[in-house]
Every structure is written in structure tokens, then in C-alpha cells.
């Protein structure tokens, strides 16, 4: 709607006006353009309305001929001033929409492009009007009345619209991935489909090769192996008085023995004494296999042959068995157990539970520990004294019968013996473990007995001839008392005959203490038959020196 709208001709903005919207008032003669030349009326054209050549707006519609003349004059205003107007538009009134885009006007006679032959926003090409190459501004006509310029006929033809055209920015260009209509053999389709095919069938070799190479990484931790630095320099050999040289040496000669009987079985070690197949090794080690029970060696280098008892002795707790059919045996050096002091190095070698060539090392803790062993049977007839070497080396169940070496890797010590801790005990039902109280046979002792086992079979015992009182709890060991008919002194036997009498206490034994009967057994035993000892003996009160020779007896 228009009502209360001044009319005429229409306004010759720079842009064009919104569609449907009322059209703003005519600028002042000033700020008008003019209209081109008229053509010639004979020509019999219809007179049109002039166009401006810069919007290309549609002619406004003639009055009729009896309206009245109440368009203002060229160069009146059409309303009063607005008092509000915001420069420069403040003139035409609050109706008059501002221009979206003020756009630079062309120099008159500035050559203009011809529109881009695009498409049609359909993706059909149009193609660009060559008829006309350049626009040129007609030359400004004289001022004219609004309403005779308003019947006065077209001097030219409507020039060709402006579109957009700016003169100030880029010339657009093709917008290639504009889509357009399908092409009518479906070819478009066809394409669409083998492009999906062609992106289904990469992403599978895709997703193949990225499973392969994550495979491949996962397996072997990366795409390239990773090599750690190692120090590649030869260790050598090893000094000979080390544990590594020692059980080097050693170990050639160590076996372990597997023993199998009626009741009862059980693992041992033991050492070879010479190249005709001897072995050394504790009598509780063989005692499962009783009298009909089978022994197996097992060497080092995991050779195995069947053994047979040379023969045993439960006092010393020692055993000596034999193999047959064995050739290139190395036997192991004995050394001096008496010249070994408190503190020295030893690497003790054995199968303890069963490990077998296992080796342990440490230091001589004690030497001469009266120690007593067995004694399962209850009779005491399986009880050992020893007079012990005592090591922290660890000395578990199955190191029993295995060396105790020294830095030369001779022999000092037969494994025989530990001290478990009361938690371990076998009472409750397991086997105790080394708590770092293990004790051997000194070799000197070994090398006796094993002599004699080898010989004959049997070994002697050193005997004072007395029966000690092994429930006293004096200091001290006491000989037992005499009843009616028999004496604890053995008739013409070494006590008797050194004047040793009933109810005596042996405090000492070749100036060392005695505490009790167990330790005077194991410093006899120390002892070989035909040796002299002197005794102190306490009688009623007094303190007697007493010197005896040492008889022998068979032992079992």
C-alpha cells in the first residue's frame, strides 16, 4: 500500500528496491538522473516510462489523464525536513528504506564487462549477449517536468539490465562442483555407483593392511626390532680359590644317590674316594635300602650306576658303597681338618631335595661342636657323636654324605647334620631347612672310618671302658653307679686300669671342659684306639689327674 504516499515518478536509486515494497520518493533535480532522448513519436511506438540504466527497474505506470496535477514542482521537496534523519538519508522521510549496498558509480563512459556466461543455478550453461560488448552513459538530457517526463515516449530501447554487477570486485568464476540435472542416459547414477564400490573396495584393502601391520607390531613389539646392549666381552676363567673354580673342581667328583628299600626310601650325596669306585657318604643315607634294598649313583655329568654297601658304621654315621663297570672316575682330594680355622671360606656341594650339583658357600662358624645324631630306634644303638665342624654354608634334607671343601677344593668335612628351627621340625610332619647351623664330619675322622670300611668292613670305636650316667645334670660326665653284681667299670678295661671308680665326675679331657656325658663320648671318639688322654676327675670333693690309653671296640 502507497496511501499517504506521495506519487510520481519513482525514485532513480543506485540499487534496486526491495520486491513488494512501497517505492521511496523522487530525489531532488539535483540528485535526479536524467532520462535518455526521446524517440521520435511518428514512429508509432508506445511511449514508455524512462528506465533507469543502472537499476533496470520495471516503468512505473502512467497517471490517467484526469488526475490532477498535484506532483510537485522539480526541485520541491516532498515533505518536510525530518528532524530525525540520520545523513545522508535523512531527506526523503522515515518511509524511505536506506539502500542495502551503495554502490561507486561508473565514470560516464567506462566500459563494462558483459555478464559471465554461466550457468543457471542448474548446471546448464547460459551463454553471454554478444550484441552488446560496452555499455556507454547516454549524455545527460535537459531537466524535464516529473509529469511530462512522465507521457514522454523512450528516446531508446530499454538498455540490458546491470544483474549484480560490480564493478569494484572479482569476476566471478564457474562453480565447477555445482551439481546439476541428472543426465538423462543415468550415466550420473552409474558414476555414483562405481565411486561407492571403488570407496568400499579401498577401505577393505585399507582396513587388511592396517590389520596386518597391527598384527605384526603387536607380535613382535614394533616395525623394527629393538636390540638391547649386552657386554660382549669373554668372562674368562675364574680364579681357582673362587667359589665358581671351586665347584668347578668339585663337582666332577660329587654324586648323588638315590636309595630304595622295603619301607622307606630316600636322597643322599656322597663324594668318590678313588678311581676303583669307592664313595663315601652317611650312614643314614643308605640305611632305607636296609639289606636288600637297591642304591642308585647318579653323576654329575648325569651318568647312572647301581652301588652295593662296602660297609657302615652307625656311631660315626658313616658309609662306604661301591660301583661297578665305571671307568674315568675322579676322586676328590681330603685336605687336614685340623688345621682348619674359625672364619675360613668353604662351599658346601650337594642334591638338597633332590637338586642335585647344587653349591652353597660360607665360612667355618665352630669347630669341635659336640653334636649327637639318630637315635630314632630308641635303643640308642643309632646314635653318632660327632665332634663337629660347624658352617653357615646352607645345608639342607639330601646335602647328607656331600664334601665340605675349603679354597683348594679339598675335602675338609662330610655334610652330616643340621640344627632346624623347632617350627621345621620333622616331629610336626615336614623337613627342616637350613637356618645356618649345618655340621660335618671332619675329614680326619672320615678318612679313618672309611679306611677301616674299606678294609674290613667294619670300623673300631675308641672306648675308656666305663657306662656313664647319661641323666645327670651336673657338670660334668659321671659313671654310673655300682649295683649288686655288676660295676660300671669294665673289668682290666683302660678306666679300670687307670683307677677310674664308680660315681666319678670327668670334668676334663686333655685340659678341656666337659659338660656332659655326650661330649665326652664325641672327644673319645675324636680319638683313635691306642691313644693317651688325660683325664681330671672329681672324687668326693677333690680334683684328680688321671692319664688312660684309649682300647677299641667293633662298632655296628
Excluded at 664308680?502 to 675324636?526: C, F, M, N, P, Q
Amino acid at each position: 500500500m502507497d496511501d499517504g504516499k506521495p506519487t510520481g515518478p519513482r525514485a532513480k536509486w543506485w540499487s534496486r528496491p526491495t520486491p513488494g515494497s512501497a517505492a521511496p520518493p523522487e530525489p531532488s533535480v539535483e540528485d535526479a538522473v536524467p532520462a535518455p532522448d526521446s524517440p521520435d513519436p511518428a514512429a508509432g511506438e508506445a511511449p514508455e516510462t524512462a528506465v533507469s540504466p543502472i537499476t533496470a527497474e520495471p516503468p512505473a505506470c502512467p497517471a490517467p489523464d484526469d488526475a490532477p496535477d498535484t506532483a510537485p514542482r522539480a526541485g520541491q521537496p516532498l515533505h518536510e525536513p525530518d528532524p530525525y534523519g540520520t545523513p545522508p538519508y535523512g531527506g526523503p522521510g522515515p518511509w524511505a528504506p536506506a539502500p542495502p549496498v551503495q554502490r561507486p558509480t561508473p565514470a560516464h563512459g567506462t566500459p563494462v564487462p558483459p555478464p559471465y556466461a554461466g550457468t543457471n543455478g542448474a548446471g546448464i550453461s547460459v551463454a553471454p549477449d554478444h550484441t552488446t560488448t560496452t555499455q556507454t552513459f547516454p549524455p545527460p538530457a535537459p531537466p524535464q517536468h516529473p509529469q511530462e517526463a512522465a507521457h514522454a515516449p523512450a528516446a531508446h530501447p530499454p538498455a540490458p539490465q546491470w544483474q549484480s554487477y560490480d564493478p569494484w570486485g572479482a569476476p566471478r568464476q564457474p562453480l565447477v562442483t555445482q551439481p546439476g540435472p541428472p543426465l538423462p542416459d543415468g550415466r550420473r547414477k552409474n558414476r555414483r555407483g562405481a565411486m561407492l564400490v571403488g570407496a568400499l573396495l579401498l577401505a577393505l584393502v585399507a582396513g587388511g593392511i592396517g590389520g596386518g601391520i597391527g598384527a605384526y607390531i603387536e607380535r613382535n613389539g614394533g616395525l623394527t626390532s629393538i636390540e638391547l646392549p649386552q657386554d660382549e666381552r669373554d668372562g674368562g676363567g675364574r680364579a681357582p680359590d673362587s667359589v665358581a673354580g671351586i665347584a668347578a673342581s668339585a663337582l666332577p667328583s660329587v654324586v648323588t644317590l638315590h636309595v630304595s628299600g622295603a619301607t622307606e626310601s630316600g636322597t643322599g650325596t656322597g663324594f668318590v674316594l678313588d678311581d676303583r669306585g669307592h664313595i663315601l657318604t652317611n650312614n643314614h643315607v643308605v640305611a632305607p635300602a636296609g639289606s636288600s634294598g637297591e642304591i642308585t649313583v647318579t653323576f654329575s655329568g648325569g651318568e647312572t650306576a647301581t652301588a652295593e654297601v662296602v660297609g657302615k658304621d652307625s656311631g660315626y654315621d658313616l658309609a662306604v658303597v661301591k660301583v661297578s663297570g665305571v671307568s674315568g672316575l675322579k676322586p676328590l682330594p681330603l685336605g687336614n681338618s685340623d688345621n682348619v680355622r674359625v672364619g675360613d671360606p668353604v662351599v658346601a656341594i650337594g642334591a638338597p631335595f633332590d637338586l642335585s650339583n647344587t653349591v652353597t658357600s660360607g665360612i667355618i662358624s665352630a669347630k669341635d661342636r659336640p653334636i649327637t645324631a639318630g637315635g630314632e630306634k630308641g635303643d640308642g644303638s643309632d646314635v653318632s657323636y660327632v665332634n663337629a665342624l660347624q658352617t653357615d654354608a646352607p645345608i639342607n634334607p639330601g646335602n647328607s654324605g656331600g664334601p665340605l671343601v675349603d679354597t683348594d677344593a679339598h675335602v675338609i668335612g662330610i655334610n652330616s647334620a643340621i640344627r632346624a628351627a623347632d617350627s621345621g621340625s620333622a616331629g610336626e610332619g615336614g623337613q627342616a631347612g637350613s637356618i645356618g647351623l649345618g655340621f660335618a664330619i671332619p675329614i680326619n675322622q672320615g678318612k679313618q672310618v672309611a679306611e677301616e670300611l674299606i678294609n674290613t668292613g667294619k670300623a673300631t670305636h675308641p672306648v675308656i671302658g666305663v657306662t656313664l650316667d647319661m641323666k645327670y645334670n651336673g657338670d660334668g660326665a659321671k659313671v654310673g653307679g655300682s649295683t649288686e653284681g655288676s660295676s660300671p667299670v669294665t673289668a682290666d678295661g683302660p678306666a679300670d686300669k687307670a683307677g677310674i671308680e664308680a660315681d666319678d665326675v670327668i670334668t676334663e679331657v686333655d685340659g678341656e671342659r666337659v659338660h656332659s656325658g655326650e661330649e665326652l663320648i664325641v672327644k673319645i671318639r675324636s680319638h683313635r684306639p691306642g691313644d693317651r688322654l688325660d683325664l681330671t676327675v672329681t672324687r668326693g670333693g677333690k680334683d684328680l689327674s688321671i692319664t688312660l690309653t684309649l682300647g677299641s671296640a667293633t662298632g655296628t
